[in-house]
């Protein structure tokens, strides 16, 4: 190949040439003054990008890894209301099978989630809720402000899951209630993939299950993080912690308003040129809901075979992503998270144009035009 | 500072300029076949390391996140018989405790492994065993092929930290009867920190735990692992994966016994430049056990204040390890790990014995010379 393809996939995106260079640094002791440094710039600026004053650490694993240390501290053998609405709902659900007990509030992947069925299990004694906050399997956007109302109403913790949305769309936990909130790396912050993010809420700390795992062990992170030299309890990923704190000093620069704003207007240009084209997008929203602005699902037309139409963009030097387990086939979707802007996007728009003429489909008008409009 | 310190430690290890190289690349997507690849070759060496054939996977987590999927998959629940003689045999302490029945079988750290007492252990039904091969906390090398005889013997399960001797000195998994066995990056197999490997016989996975944790599910690994394209069951950490496979392909290159006579020869030199200098090696070793050959533990001489000492040497660009915990200041360790030989080892020991003699320690001959005997 000539060379990396162009990533346009909800993860991992293009890193930007700042961040990559960081991991490339002679090995460092990370019980030093210098490792210290790095993290505490990390955890300040992902703090922003939270909308949170609580604590907040840096896992080396994925999202999953802080998806299962928020529920496996939090929510050990406790009753846990898992609302799902697409394949990161269904993965907490079975998290929260694993700690404790879990009440699947479900909805069709890409639908509004049932909040009334939620304010039930909430009634009924739920001690926490989990959320996905920007359900990329289906390119949803789900409402966690009124999740935590819910959540608070009946003095339940709120676990949100804000993997794809934070550093590229607006996150405001503490203004929501969310209590523990997670981030992964290789998203909207465009750093490379293996490290995580947790914030912890003071009511929080204060019901910290007494069965927590080793790994995982937020006491122990949050007592390594207070030590003189903040540090993490066990050895920490170093590359990627170089490399994570690059991105977040590329966020302070470009500023995070800003930055949701580019973030936004790339998601707008995708679904400007959908409408152009006549492609229909996937998720059904209401007035609760919204279309994910960092991943945009569209349906795929009917008779346009997914192998044949993502190859032919593949070929292009382009990666879109196609549909995950029972949307395979049926939908594909596009990523404009972390440091992408209109040339990616524009040619990525002008591919899928030109794989959906190639298998069959005649667009209605010229998505690549209409996205111009959006970007220009 | 003018550059990186040279770091002498039992982890993290300086990285040769191909390992670190490989991780400046742009993201690739971790389900296509380019990343099976990379997780393929890096398997292959491992294996030959950890002396197996058994199943083997890549974590993204470190050493310590390894060590609870070994206990977490195979021993929730059960009796688990620890030994210990230092720090990392303590962990494995904690982490038993987490998910099973701890039984510690302790020693003073550093002092030779009461066998016995694991014997009867096993006697009265511990259903596993945890060993820490190399003990870098006091510089032993503990017997795992007679501790692999007894849990044979005794039908229980052998877990085995191979964390600080795989890649540097012999192991032999399946000779020992070793059936879990992990390794961390960021030691003898010189790549930067953040990954781990663990190897699963099949005696083991008969007995896999219905109980397992979600992020370090084995399960899971080995399912993704046999997909057709190989791969991990959540995001990797992509640019520490592309290191590995760098560093085990140098490994390839060296030859795996040359490398290990080279360990060997390293810690050779370094126990050679203390006898000649008239230092104290640290552990009390006897038939069974050994000094170890990754990292050399010494007496901090009476009346040489540690941070003086190490002060001086780090003056000159090097950082060796003090003790830890109850240790601190009364012993000092020399990492010979990795990409380390003669030109790092003789820059050391020079320093050492310049800081010994700055702090009032008179040497009773000369430490370099002794080492260059050995090296040259």
């Known amino acids: 190949m000539e060379k990396e393809p162009l990533l346009m996939l909800p993860g991992p995106v293009p890193m930007p040439e700042r961040v990559r260079m960081a991991m490339m640094r002679q090995a460092i002791n990370h019980r030093g003054a210098e490792f210290g440094a790095v993290y505490a710039d990390c955890v300040r600026v992902l703090k922003e990008a939270f909308g949170t004053t609580n604590e907040l650490f840096v896992i080396s694993g994925s999202g999953t890894a802080a998806m299962e240390a928020a529920v496996a501290n939090f929510g050990s053998g406790r009753t846990i209301a898992?609302?799902?609405?697409?394949?990161?709902?269904?993965?907490?659900?079975?998290?929260?099978?694993?700690h404790g007990t879990a009440r699947k509030v479900s909805s069709e992947w890409g639908t509004p989630l049932d909040l009334a069925a939620l304010e039930a299990e909430l009634a009924e004694g739920a001690e926490m809720v989990t959320l996905v906050h920007n359900e990329t399997?289906?390119?949803?956007?789900?409402?966690a402000e009124k999740v935590g109302r819910l959540a608070r109403k009946y003095d339940a913790l709120f676990v949100m899951d804000g993997i794809t949305s934070i550093g590229g769309d607006e996150v405001q936990a503490d203004a929501w209630g969310a209590d523990i909130v997670v981030v992964g790396s290789q998203k909207c912050l465009a750093a490379p993939a293996g490290l995580s993010a947790i914030s912890v809420?003071?009511?929080?700390?204060?019901?910290?299950?007494?069965?927590?795992?080793?790994?995982?062990?937020?006491?122990?992170?949050?007592?390594?993080?207070?030590?003189?030299?903040?540090e993490t309890p066990y050895t920490p990923a170093v590359p990627l912690f170089l490399a994570l704190r690059e991105a977040c000093l590329l966020i302070e620069e470009e500023g995070l308003p800003a930055r949701i704003a580019r973030h936004r207007r790339?998601?707008?240009?995708?679904?400007?040129?959908?409408?152009?084209?006549?492609?229909?997008?996937?998720?059904?929203?209401?007035?609760?809901?919204?279309?994910?602005?960092?991943v945009t699902a569209a349906a795929l037309p009917p008779g346009v075979p997914d192998s044949d139409f993502r190859g032919a963009i593949r070929k292009m030097g382009i990666e879109i992503a196609g549909g995950q387990d029972h949307l395979k086939g049926k939908i594909f979707r596009i990523g404009t998270m972390g440091a992408t802007g209109a040339p990616e996007i524009l040619a990525t728009l002008a591919a899928v144009q030109h794989a959906l003429v190639r298998n069959g489909f005649h667009p209605a008008g010229d998505g690549v035009a209409a996205a111009c409009e959006v970007l220009g």
Not at 82 to 98: C, D, T
Not at 137 to 143: E, F, H, V
Not at 287 to 292: E, M, N
């Open 82 to 98: 898992s609302l799902e609405n697409g394949k990161f709902g269904e993965r907490m659900v079975k998290i929260a099978q694993r």
């Open 137 to 143: 399997s289906a390119g949803i956007k789900n409402p």
């Open 201 to 230: 809420s003071g009511r929080a700390w204060e019901r910290l299950s007494e069965k927590r795992p080793y790994y995982l062990d937020l006491a122990a992170y949050r007592k390594s993080a207070a030590a003189k030299i903040m």
């Open 266 to 294: 790339n998601a707008e240009a995708v679904r400007a040129a959908a409408a152009a084209m006549g492609v229909r997008l996937y998720p059904e929203i209401d007035a609760d809901h919204a279309y994910s602005n960092t």
